[in-house]
């Protein structure tokens, strides 16, 4: 499903809950001037369900998916659906919502806290179980815990999460973080200008956090040498480059393979195998070494999975760009 894709590879979900409509218009539009690509307006937000449908067109041209929270009845289910929802979410598990939300095309994530009512609603057919109100029961740690016996929910955290624990909440196997009072509470001067600038923390929070996360391996025959964003961002400007200058299409910058691959020790006369998503090729080492760029954002946001990413691999020889996307491994197989 596109909509759950979506929100997977946005990962930070900002949720609006305001006394003032208009103020929640505002709200919604300076955290995606921010940067943020998904967003939740709680049902129980005087006009959430015209705002939802006012915003709609304006989100799905923007690329942003926008859900509705606070979801109680078949008949709010009903509503969010018709406003233009993507997702809805509720802060507890009733299987005739779920149910509900799976028959119109939604993406449904109710709220669960014991390990009963997660594998109530993960059986039920839930996409992501929201833990709330998850700072009330010990945070990251419980995350943690219940992730032991229940690994294979996808969990969305929410209720009072702190930009400084999107890193912890993520190590602890989080799918999805709902940012609340991180995002609107206390707000000085115009609330969208305030919101942006929050916003923009927000995600380099979450950057921080992902730098760890290894995207790809190279190796030369001994041990792997993992590859992260850490060690792409470490490369000298020298190796970064507008990839529009490349070839045509290609949009971002990369940054070149060879001082990755000299330092994995890959030979220049080796025959090297690249792995991608669902795909792999043997290319000359010599050919990456010259030609290889590795791509892992656009417009300064992760690639998703679902655009290639998380890391994509272009060959800008004097042919056309050759693009192998969810590049996860690089390895010499002969030579």
Same mark, same amino acid.
């Given at each position: 499903?596109?909509?759950?894709?979506?929100?997977?590879?946005?990962?930070?979900?900002?949720?609006?809950?305001?006394?003032?409509?208009?103020?929640?218009? *505002? @709200?919604?539009?300076?955290?995606?001037?921010?940067? +943020?690509? $998904?967003?939740?307006?709680? $049902?129980?937000?005087?006009?959430?369900?015209?705002?939802?449908?006012? +915003?709609?067109?304006?989100?799905?041209?923007?690329?942003? %998916?926008?859900?509705?929270? %606070?979801?109680?009845?078949?008949?709010?289910?009903?509503?969010?659906?018709?406003?233009?929802?993507?997702?809805?979410?509720?802060?507890?598990?009733?299987?005739?919502?779920?149910?509900?939300?799976?028959?119109?095309?939604?993406?449904?994530?109710?709220?669960?806290?014991?390990?009963?009512?997660?594998?109530? =609603?993960?059986?039920?057919?839930?996409?992501?179980? *929201?833990?709330?109100? /998850?700072?009330?029961?010990?945070?990251?740690?419980?995350? *943690?815990?219940?992730?032991?016996?229940?690994?294979?929910?996808?969990?969305?955290?929410?209720?009072?999460?702190?930009?400084?624990?999107?890193?912890?909440?993520?190590?602890?196997?989080?799918?999805?973080?709902?940012?609340?009072?991180?995002?609107?509470?206390?707000?000085?001067?115009?609330?969208?200008?305030?919101?942006?600038?929050?916003?923009? @923390?927000?995600?380099? =929070?979450?950057?921080?956090? *992902?730098?760890?996360? /290894?995207?790809?391996?190279?190796?030369?025959?001994?041990?792997?040498?993992? /590859?992260? @964003?850490?060690?792409?961002?470490?490369?000298?400007?020298?190796?970064?480059?507008?990839?529009?200058?490349?070839?045509?299409?290609?949009?971002?910058?990369?940054?070149? =393979?060879?001082?990755?691959?000299?330092?994995? $020790?890959?030979? %220049?006369?080796?025959?090297?195998?690249?792995?991608?998503?669902?795909?792999?090729?043997?290319?000359?080492?010599?050919?990456?070494?010259?030609?290889?760029?590795?791509?892992? =954002?656009?417009?300064?946001?992760?690639?998703?999975?679902?655009?290639?990413?998380?890391?994509?691999?272009? +060959?800008?020889?004097?042919?056309?760009?050759?693009?192998?996307?969810?590049?996860?491994?690089?390895?010499?197989?002969?030579?």
């Amino acid at each position: 499903m596109e909509s759950r894709d979506r929100l997977r590879a946005a990962t930070l979900v900002a949720v609006i809950r305001d006394s003032d409509p208009v103020r929640a218009a *505002k @709200l919604v539009e300076g955290l995606i001037e921010g940067g +943020l690509r $998904a967003l939740e307006v709680t $049902a129980n937000t005087p006009g959430a369900f015209e705002l939802v449908e006012r +915003l709609g067109p304006w989100t799905e041209r923007a690329g942003i %998916t926008l859900g509705m929270g %606070t979801i109680r009845t078949v008949e709010e289910v009903e509503r969010a659906q018709k406003a233009g929802a993507s997702f809805v979410v509720s802060p507890h598990t009733d299987e005739r919502l779920i149910e509900a939300a799976k028959a119109r095309g939604l993406v449904s994530i109710p709220g669960a806290m014991t390990p009963t009512e997660v594998i109530r =609603a993960h059986e039920a057919g839930a996409d992501f179980v *929201k833990l709330f109100p /998850i700072s009330a029961v010990g945070g990251p740690r419980f995350l *943690k815990w219940l992730r032991g016996p229940l690994p294979d929910v996808p969990y969305w955290v929410s209720g009072d999460v702190a930009l400084d624990e999107i890193e912890a909440y993520l190590a602890a196997g989080a799918t999805l973080i709902g940012l609340t009072s991180a995002l609107t509470a206390a707000l000085e001067g115009e609330p969208a200008a305030a919101v942006r600038g929050r916003a923009s @923390l927000a995600l380099e =929070a979450l950057s921080r956090a *992902k730098e760890g996360r /290894i995207l790809c391996s190279l190796s030369a025959g001994g041990r792997p040498i993992p /590859i992260g @964003l850490k060690e792409l961002r470490r490369l000298p400007g020298s190796e970064h480059t507008p990839l529009e200058s490349l070839g045509v299409g290609l949009r971002g910058h990369g940054v070149r =393979a060879r001082l990755l691959l000299r330092s994995a $020790a890959i030979p %220049t006369g080796a025959t090297v195998r690249v792995v991608g998503r669902g795909q792999h090729r043997n290319f000359p080492a010599q050919r990456l070494y010259d030609e290889a760029f590795l791509q892992f =954002a656009v417009d300064g946001r992760p690639i998703a999975d679902e655009d290639g990413g998380p890391l994509r691999l272009h +060959l800008v020889g004097g042919g056309p760009v050759e693009t192998i996307n969810g590049l996860s491994q690089i390895e010499v197989v002969s030579g």
